[in-house]
């Protein structure tokens, strides 16, 4: 376990505390509300238009849930409104904004079920004294006051927030979540028939909503994933953006994607990193559909308020097709460098990583394994990063890519780490566990870990899975930590 625990960065040498039950894990924030079956049938006119652009589609109005009815069966009882650390417990949407009428935060443990239910019961420090269980401003005079002007001013005393601001231990807003492929490329298929490819069809990718983010397109707080589909003869027109992005092959190949000029092949099993603001488009020059993954880290940007994108030309600049592209061809020679390229680069020049050389590194981890060998990440378990030859870090300064194997009749320890990760079943099957979550998942389902949530796997067949995570972002800010939870043998 040594090496897997050297692999997460900390070996369990700070042995945080679970949270308590007295502090809430979600909350509603800013108005958005976490859904219930009922959602489809609260739609709020006008919202339809909202939700496909992709722009905050379901908002809580004075309070009340408001969601399109394309939202769908997602959004069902399961996925509690508002969670704590040790039970999921929904409330009302008419407490969404935790304020009542004349004051802010004017609850007693006896007046929150009425004002402030998504506060942890017991929560008596974080009410003010004296409140009394008619919670009325006008009950407590110069205190009354003072909270009728924060309202009005717009501040929020922190003894009213510090349970959420600051628990004990991380609480995502993003809950474990389970998407089958096989319910999800039929309708990308569908997709393909209706939706354009070009301008206004937004390339035609369809983003993985977390369950707990009240609707926006995000697979987790500061990752976006989404399936993209580009059927024979199409191109995806040319644009640029900030935003750190890669493509991960998982159907199908005969498309190009065009980087700066430079023709780079996808197929099946490919890594084909896109750091930002590089133009790029895609075509389609085979007779057969494709299927992708996408990566971004549109949420990080979009919250941090850093995006610029711009359009290009409608079509890519080639129709060339080589088996290798100029990058590969510069840079995909292992252990040598170009004297003509020393300076690192913040983002990797290497605009293909491909499976062939990736199914070989895992095999030989466990192959050299069985000999004797300590070299696999835990027994049975292979795993490889992508990483940019310039600097030997991460393919991308947001985004860590990575490719885990497990030999059959593996299970790998239970783990949890500061930060979110997405992963795709490559091949085989396994159950998948998170956060107290089981599935048993196969080939092409994809799956998230919020952030400090414990994944274990185990398999009896073997299993690839491909995995991103934002956990270059929580390095640099010196959060990243992980423990090692226990063995599943």
Not at 370 to 380: F, K
Request: charged fraction near 25%.
């Amino acid at each position: 376990m040594q090496r897997l625990s050297e692999h997460i960065r900390e070996n369990a040498a700070e042995d945080v505390g679970r949270g308590s039950s007295e502090y809430v894990a979600e909350r509603a924030a800013g108005g958005v509300v976490h859904r219930s079956p009922e959602c489809a049938r609260e739609r709020a006119p006008g919202v339809s238009s909202e939700y496909a652009s992709g722009h905050a589609p379901v908002r809580a109005a004075e309070g009340a849930a408001q969601c399109p009815a394309e939202c769908g069966p997602v959004y069902g009882s399961e996925h509690a409104s508002a969670q704590v650390a040790e039970g999921a417990v929904e409330h009302p949407a008419e407490y969404a904004m935790e304020q009542a009428a004349d004051g802010v935060g004017l609850s007693s443990p006896e007046c929150a079920p009425e004002y402030a239910p998504e506060q942890a019961a017991g929560g008596a420090a974080e009410y003010p004294a004296g409140c009394g269980s008619g919670c009325d401003s006008e009950d407590l005079g110069e205190l009354g006051e003072l909270y009728r002007g924060f309202a009005e001013e717009l501040l929020v005393p922190l003894w009213g927030e510090i349970g959420e601001l600051m628990p004990l231990v991380p609480q995502s807003k993003a809950v474990a979540h389970l998407w089958r492929w096989d319910r999800v490329l039929p309708m990308v298929e569908r997709a393909g028939e209706l939706v354009p490819v070009g301008r206004g069809g937004e390339r035609r990718a369809i983003a993985l909503a977390n369950p707990g983010l009240g609707g926006r397109p995000f697979a987790a707080p500061m990752l976006w994933a989404a399936i993209q589909y580009l059927n024979p003869g199409e191109d995806a027109p040319v644009h640029r953006h900030t935003q750190n992005a890669f493509r991960f092959v998982i159907e199908g190949e005969g498309v190009w994607t065009v980087v700066n000029g430079d023709p780079v092949a996808m197929r099946r099993g490919d890594f084909l990193p896109q750091p930002g603001w590089n133009w790029h488009g895609h075509h389609n020059s085979s007779d057969r559909p494709m299927a992708w993954l996408d990566g971004l880290d549109i949420p990080f940007q979009y919250f941090t308020d850093t995006t610029f994108f711009e359009f290009g030309p409608d079509e890519v600049e080639t129709r060339e097709a080589p088996q290798l592209s100029r990058s590969e061809r510069l840079w995909s020679h292992p252990g040598l460098r170009p004297l003509s390229r020393l300076r690192p680069t913040p983002a990797t020049p290497m605009l293909a990583y491909r499976w062939e050389h990736t199914d070989r590194a895992l095999s030989e981890q466990l192959a050299l394994e069985a000999e004797g060998y300590d070299v696999t990440l835990e027994p049975g378990h292979a795993a490889v990063r992508f990483t940019n030859p310039t600097t030997g870090g991460d393919v991308m300064p947001t985004l860590r890519a990575e490719f885990h194997r497990l030999a059959p009749d593996t299970a790998t320890a239970a783990v949890r780490e500061v930060g979110a990760s997405v992963y795709q079943i490559f091949e085989g099957a396994g159950e998948i566990t998170v956060a107290g979550k089981k599935w048993y998942a196969s080939r092409g389902d994809l799956f998230v870990v919020p952030s400090w949530q414990p994944l274990a796997i185990e398999t009896s067949s073997g299993l690839d899975l491909f995995r991103f995570s934002d956990t270059p972002i929580i390095e640099r800010l010196e959060l990243h930590r992980g423990r090692v939870e226990e063995v599943n043998r």
